[in-house]
C-alpha cells in the first residue's frame, strides 16, 4: 500500500509564503511521476503541476505563474510545492498523487493520493 501525506498548509495573508511537502515510505517517488492538485470549496479539484522523477515539470496555469514551483528530492522521497504572493484564491485543500504515466494533468490517472493540507489565504 501506497502512502503520501502532505503537510506545510495552513492559515496565512495574502502576500505570504508556503511550502508544502509530499511524503512517502519507501522508493516509490524514484518511479513516480508526482502532481499537485487543489481543491476549493464548491469547485471540482484541479491540476496544479507535476514533475517527473528526472525533475521535468508541466508548466503552470496562468494564475499560478511566476509564484508556485515544484521541486524533488528523490533521497528523501518528497516533492515541495513552494507557493509565493499567496492570494485569497489559492484557498483550498491541496493534494499530492502519484502516476505511473509520465507528466499527466489528469486526476484520473492518477493512482494514490495523500489525504490533502488545507491552505486557507486570509485578504
Known amino acids: 500500500q501506497v502512502q503520501l501525506v502532505e503537510s506545510g498548509g495552513g492559515l496565512v495573508q495574502a502576500g505570504a509564503s508556503l511550502r508544502l511537502s509530499c511524503a512517502s515510505s519507501g522508493r516509490i517517488f524514484s518511479r513516480y511521476t508526482v502532481g499537485w492538485f487543489r481543491q476549493a470549496p464548491g469547485k471540482e479539484r484541479e491540476f496544479v503541476v507535476a514533475i517527473t522523477v528526472s525533475g521535468v515539470s508541466t508548466d503552470y496555469t496562468d494564475s499560478m505563474k511566476g509564484r508556485f514551483t515544484i521541486s524533488r528530492d528523490n533521497a528523501k522521497n518528497t516533492v515541495y510545492l513552494q507557493m509565493n504572493s499567496l492570494r485569497p484564491e489559492d484557498t483550498a485543500v491541496y493534494y499530492c498523487?502519484?502516476?505511473?504515466?509520465?507528466?499527466?494533468?489528469?486526476?484520473?490517472?492518477?493512482?494514490?493520493w495523500g489525504p490533502g493540507t488545507q491552505v486557507t489565504v486570509s485578504s
Open positions: 498523487a502519484v502516476t505511473d504515466r509520465g507528466l499527466r494533468y489528469s486526476r484520473s490517472e492518477y493512482i494514490y
